[in-house]
């Protein structure tokens, strides 16, 4: 049995390999693949930054498979047409970087004029016109991603003698496209980017023209002669430049392009093309999200703008801009309940925080604050306060008696807006009892050296800011924040229940288990837990609380109609509810009205550690740091009531279901790749057990490299406190060293096996170290500066990264000759796996915890030292 | 009758205020709504339409069956259809309000399609589902006599229907472009007792010294502004938000009452949307 792919000729197998393009593959000739590389991981991550702006984040998943479509498909044309595609080598490797700035200018003004309204996709009656929308998306991107499939595989099969080389280029390319972008994100408008992501291309264009591939350029000298044919398919113990060229394909009779015309070519379609984005660039920020409407108010102006990975931060400054915080409705529980104009602080057209308009703030409006009870519960000598609120917490809790304030502030351009103000709003003015610290919200060991504290206040805002603040709500975060307490401290975590009361509930368990975590033997005694109609704070103390503390949560609550959920001793017939709450599941409904709070009955439940009495639906699982997770409560088992309950999804748990969709697709190309070879009507063929061994091998290849990627950008968010940075650090180091170990994998082509089973010995042992040591060493270090920790992060990637890229530029390399058409083949089954594998990894994690990725990384890669498809000599 | 278990004291008094709105004064077209009549109000009102007479009767044949199954729907899923609101309901065109405001563009046609939907109108603003609507309206139950305020104009359409049901409506807009463009649409309707506002709805109505009886907030504040609370007349106040992203049929309703002594309660409504597909409703 003959599995067909390769050029054939009557009987004999034969191969397409022109004898001295090893030695040709110079870096020089190299250059236009590294730079198409370059601006097509920019333009995909430039894409990402399209979808979070014109509509939400988690739609960014999407450009992931728009991507792969046009990946895919190059790779299936490649494998297929081989033959006409060698051909035409040289013209089309000319060719094709123009072609790219058109497909990429193009792609993108049809994708930001689509009215693709996510807000509809969730609505039943109006879904159907996303879907078409949706299509759009992948018809508009698909001409750029498949040209630059087709450019990459190109080069593979013409410098197929040197495939560690190319690789390397590819994926140093790429790494280094995803430095250029982030930085370019510092000082162009993320609408913007495309404009410097052309340039790349025209350079590669130019390069193309002056530099023409070997190929054609053998092919004007001297027609097809110096193109032989390899009869002796792939020894594996002949390296490339041993390789018995006979023959000639009559394939390769091409006629002798002029490159002068590509160059012209190339300048003119950047021109065309620049005018397109940068003049008639119609992308807009979605008129659903919370800045249109302040925006659009009469005489609001835009005071400051910032641009960054991390986001678009813009400062309005118009009458709607005020504090904005859960306060009282009964009138005459302060003199003036009136909360302060200020600054509106915009990121992605998200509201970030508010930001004082002067450097000093009446908060006289704060006792009628939900927030403000800790404060009356503990003398706050020692305050930390997670999340400024652009400096209102502070001046709250100053004015709330606090000796001495800690600010952890992650969020840099926040940070930088305390310290030295940003536009008109002033910064924070230095004072002696406040210390603003750069340190992420897990940084526990890191933080607690300030402490103890008597209160520990988490703002409503810090934990919908970012996923790396939220990870603050994780068991062991909260755990460490209570042993930094105090003995009289109080913790104190927000919830939103505005629209779910699931939240609250599954931050009832993580609080518990918090508390036990701590040493807590009796977490009920420790609780206190009260409410307004759209928000709970849960308050954790140190110490078992005092009567009198409990009779202070008592008038608190009452003077304020906000209504105690818990606390001990709680009788919850004789509470008095000012807010009734039914609770909603998506299978079950809570209608009664007066009676007992249902939110009193799901924390004593939780308190107790019984199952909930109206969120079982729901996966209640608390997060942890290797879960971490504070949404996440859609149980996929039930995936049918979730999408027949679509509209009532929150747009918390959205990226869950984006992931599921993708998986799904990811999933149904990936198969249609790997098995392509099966319907191949004609060509060269490969055993069925070589085939069957290169389709785990390089599926393996590409779900392991991006299953460890993964598990390493998650540790760096958390370490780094920026998931942008994290992204873009981690991506650039593996790739760019996975390049290098591409490069060193060509000294290995003699004996691939060896050279697989060295770098797979490398990645299994240093998978195995970051296994034992890595939160170690994150932790010891989490306090020193930025700059020595993304050193670090790169020393804790590169020798892994290598190792990583020797097996994909092994295995690639035993497709040369007249398994050619399977080179094209196996590299598009790696991407469609690398694709699978994101999707994948997210899911995982939220069921399992990101510990599986590396240890399903492993496996994989013992997988993968167990199906090298070493070719064996042709006899 | 209930609503999700709750005592809903409609029939006597509804019944009341359904005979007196009957007094309020019709929109003046609402006798004879013609083509005619609907191409001059919307000439008089700054707003294109590309409809037909034709179009404009193949919808209009539709209007019947659609308030036909509304009825139907509310009283199913209510228990009843309150005659008042429906009556005030039938009195409008609701194809009048079927506007995109920046694309400068009717959809009329598609007034009586059911199932009830929300719409798009333009600078992030909706029309939400006529049932949506009709349910809001029935929970703040308006009366002839009483004064209602609405912070967020939108299509016009609510601050329409209550200005059928209320003495007197004020609505406020917070975007400029629409809140222009949407207070130039009561006029031709003959909708004499609405008073339109482009600015913040912080501050809700001021000039009101009475305050007023209902409040309806499109709201996305952590807090119900404290002047709008202020302005909620005491012991028989009603503030409606609806919580939840726009073009969204299951939004959530807070209703807010502030008791004679000031002190302000609130009852998350889960509206018949929730009701639930599986399982059980407890309590009841």
């Not at chain 1, 995936?639 to 959205?654: K, S």
Request: net charge neutral; charged share 15%; with cysteine.
């Amino acid at each position: 049995m003959g599995y067909s792919g390769g050029a054939s000729s009557g009987q004999e197998w034969v191969s397409l390999v022109p004898i001295d393009l090893a030695a040709r593959a110079t870096p020089v000739r190299l250059l236009p693949l590294f730079l198409v590389s370059m601006a097509a991981i920019g333009y995909e991550i430039a894409l990402t930054r399209f979808f979070a702006i014109a509509s939400w984040s988690e739609y960014g998943y999407w450009v992931i498979s728009m991507t792969m479509v046009g990946l895919a498909a190059s790779g299936i044309a490649a494998s297929l047409l081989q033959r006409p595609i060698l051909r035409h080598a040289g013209r089309l490797l000319a060719v094709i970087p123009p072609l790219l700035i058109l497909a990429a200018a193009l792609g993108w003004t049809w994708t930001t004029l689509v009215p693709f309204n996510p807000l509809e996709l969730q609505n039943r009656q109006l879904w159907a016109d996303q879907l078409g929308n949706i299509a759009q998306y992948y018809a508009a991107l698909f001409p750029f991603f498949f040209l630059v499939g087709f450019y990459i595989s190109l080069y593979f099969m013409v410098h197929s003698a040197a495939i560690g080389r190319v690789y390397a280029f590819d994926l140093a390319g790429a790494g280094l496209g995803a430095v250029f972008v982030l930085g370019l994100m510092f000082v162009v408008h993320p609408f913007f980017l495309i404009a410097g992501l052309l340039l790349p291309l025209a350079v590669a264009g130019v390069l193309a023209s002056f530099f023409p591939s070997p190929l054609a350029g053998k092919v004007a000298e001297n027609d097809i002669s110096t193109l032989r044919v390899d009869m002796s398919g792939m020894g594996s113990a002949r390296g490339a430049d041993n390789e018995d060229h006979v023959g000639s394909p009559p394939a390769l009779r091409a006629t002798s392009p002029r490159f002068a015309w590509g160059g012209i070519g190339t300048i003119a379609a950047l021109v065309a093309a620049e005018v397109l984005v940068c003049l008639f660039n119609p992308a807009r920020i979605n008129e659903y999200k919370e800045i249109y409407g302040p925006l659009n108010v009469p005489d609001s102006r835009v005071v400051a703008t910032r641009v960054s990975p991390k986001g678009l931060y813009e400062l309005l400054d118009n009458f709607t801009e005020r504090l904005d915080l859960d306060m009282s409705n009964n009138s005459g529980v302060v003199p003036d309940p009136t909360l302060p104009r200020a600054y509106g602080l915009y990121a992605d057209g998200n509201r970030l925080a508010s930001l004082p308009r002067s450097t000093t703030v009446d908060t006289g409006y704060f006792g009628a604050a939900l927030d403000a009870l800790p404060y009356r519960l503990r003398r706050p000598d020692k305050v930390l306060l997670l999340g400024a609120s652009g400096g209102f917490r502070i001046h709250e809790a100053l004015g709330a008696g606090a000796g001495h304030v800690t600010v952890i502030e992650p969020d840099r351009t926040l940070r930088h807006a305390l310290l030295d103000g940003l536009g008109p709003a002033p910064a924070f003015p230095p004072q002696p009892q406040v210390s603003i610290r750069d340190l992420g919200a897990t940084a526990v060991d890191a933080i607690a050296a300030g402490g103890p504290f008597d209160v520990i206040d988490i703002g409503r805002d810090f934990v919908t800011q970012s996923d790396t603040n939220r990870a603050a709500l994780s068991v062991e975060v909260l755990a460490g924040y209570i042993r930094m307490l105090s003995p009289q401290g109080v913790l104190s975590i927000p919830v939103s229940i505005r629209e779910f009361t699931v939240y609250a509930v599954k931050m009832f368990g993580t609080v518990r288990h918090a508390l036990a975590a701590s040493g807590v033997a009796d977490p009920a005694q420790h609780l206190v837990i009260y409410r307004s109609a759209w928000n709970v704070r849960i308050l954790v103390a140190r110490s078992p609380w005092p009567a009198a503390a409990l009779q202070e949560v008592r008038d608190f609550c009452d003077a304020r109609s906000f209504d105690p959920v818990h606390y001990p001793g709680i009788d919850p017939a004789g509470v008095r509810i000012f807010n009734e709450l039914p609770v909603v599941s998506f299978d079950t409904v809570e209608t009664r009205a007066g009676a007992q709070d249902a939110m009193m009955a799901e924390a004593a439940a939780s308190l107790a550690g019984a199952p909930s009495p109206y969120h079982a639906f729901f996966r209640l699982t608390p997060p942890t740091l290797d879960r971490p997770f504070v949404n996440a409560v859609l149980p996929l088992a039930q995936l049918g009531t979730i999408l027949a309950r679509i509209e009532l999804v929150p747009r918390e748990e959205l990226g869950t279901l984006i992931n599921i969709a993708v998986l799904a697709q990811a999933v149904v190309i990936a198969l249609l790749v790997m098995l392509l070879p099966l319907v191949r009507p004609s060509g060269g063929a490969l055993p069925a057990g070589q085939f069957l061994r290169a389709m785990a091998y390089f599926a393996g290849l590409g779900l392991g490299f991006l299953f460890l990627e993964i598990y390493l950008i998650e540790k760096a968010a958390l370490y780094l406190h920026d998931r942008v940075l994290a992204f873009g650090l981690v991506l650039a180091t593996m790739l760019v060293f996975s390049g290098i170990g591409s490069w060193l994998a060509e000294r290995f082509r003699s004996r691939p096996s060896y050279g697989v089973g060295l770098a797979v010995a490398v990645v299994i042992g240093w998978n195995l170290l970051l296994l034992v040591g890595l939160d170690a060493v994150l932790a010891l270090t989490a306090a020193w500066p930025g700059w020595l920790q993304i050193l670090i992060v790169i020393a804790l990637a590169a020798p892994l990264s290598v190792a990583l890229g020797m097996p994909m530029a092994l295995g690639l390399s035993q497709f040369a000759g007249k398994r050619l058409a399977f080179l094209p083949w196996a590299w598009a089954v790696n991407g469609a796996c690398s694709i699978v594998s994101t999707p994948l990894a997210n899911l995982l994690a939220a069921a399992i915890g990101f510990m599986v990725l590396p240890l399903a990384g492993i496996m994989l890669y013992v997988m993968v030292v167990l199906t090298i498809p070493v070719a064996r000599p042709t006899r | 009758m209930t609503i999700s278990g709750r005592a809903f004291p409609l029939s006597r008094r509804a019944a009341l205020a359904g005979a007196a709105c009957l007094a309020l004064p019709p929109p003046v077209h609402a006798a004879d709504w013609t083509f005619d009549a609907y191409a001059r109000a919307m000439q008089a009102s700054g707003r294109a339409t590309d409809l037909t007479a034709q179009t404009f009767a193949a919808m209009r044949q539709r209007r019947g069956h659609a308030l036909q199954q509304l009825e139907t729907w509310l009283r199913g899923e209510l228990g009843t259809a309150d005659p008042t609101v429906m009556r005030a309901i039938a009195a409008l065109p609701r194809e009048y309000f079927h506007y995109d405001y920046a694309a400068g563009r009717s959809f009329a046609r598609d007034a009586y399609d059911w199932y009830p939907r929300a719409w798009p109108i333009g600078h992030g603003s909706t029309l939400s589902a006529l049932n949506v609507q009709a349910y809001m309206t029935q929970l703040v139950q308006p009366r002839p006599h009483e004064t209602a305020l609405e912070i967020g104009t939108g299509s016009g359409y609510q601050a329409a229907l209550l200005s059928r049901l209320a003495r007197k409506t004020c609505t406020i807009e917070i975007i400029a472009p629409l809140g222009a463009a949407v207070g130039r649409i009561f006029g031709p309707l003959g909708l004499d007792n609405v008073e339109t506002q482009v600015g913040d709805g912080y501050d809700g109505w001021p000039q009101e010294r009475d305050g007023f009886d209902i409040i309806v907030v499109t709201c996305a504040a952590q807090a119900v502004p404290p002047p709008l609370l202020r302005q909620l007349r005491p012991g028989s106040g009603r503030l409606v938000i609806p919580v939840g992203p726009p073009l969204r049929t299951e939004q959530f309703l807070y209703l807010f009452t502030r008791d004679a002594d000031g002190r302000v309660r609130s009852r998350r409504d889960i509206g018949v949307w929730f009701v639930p597909m599986t399982g059980r409703i407890a309590g009841g």
